[in-house]
């Protein structure tokens, strides 16, 4: 006599369909998380920009998160609109007498790398900022 096991599989299309759910609110957290992370660095950039005599900070803007599906990337763009703006972001000068009366940002001077430097500085909470997002989501612990 042999033994034998016997299963049957049953539900896997409300499985399926729970995990269709669960992608879409996952994606939905990650592109509300982003969209949070480029408004921070918006702020933090436009504050160190550099003040010269027109409105370089007033011209930073942040997009529309973008959800590209075929690549698996979920992006925002922040950047600078003045024709000056690259030119002043890698300027190996000193600060002038305006920008250098700005305040401090978290303890950086405003003035050139304006837009990097923040990101440089931040880029691991924007990470926990979506880790932590997709844990909400999914029901994990937070760090």
Do not use: C
Not at 44 to 61: N, R
């Amino acid at each position: 006599m042999a033994d034998s096991i016997s299963v049957k599989w049953e539900g896997f299309g409300e499985v399926k369909k729970a995990l269709e759910r669960w992608e879409k609110h996952v994606v939905a957290a990650i592109a509300k998380a982003v969209d949070e992370n480029g408004e921070d660095l918006l702020q933090k950039s436009q504050a160190l920009a550099p003040l010269l005599t027109g409105d370089l900070a007033g011209s930073g803007t942040k997009g529309k998160v973008v959800v590209d599906g075929t690549r698996h990337e979920i992006s925002v763009t922040v950047g600078f609109h003045k024709a000056y703006a690259a030119r002043q972001h890698e300027a190996p000068v000193n600060p002038g007498p305006l920008t250098a009366s700005k305040p401090l940002v978290d303890g950086m001077q405003p003035g050139r790398k304006y837009l990097e430097r923040p990101l440089r500085k931040y880029i691991q909470r924007y990470r926990q900022n979506i880790a932590d997002a997709v844990r909400d989501v999914t029901g994990g612990a937070r760090r």
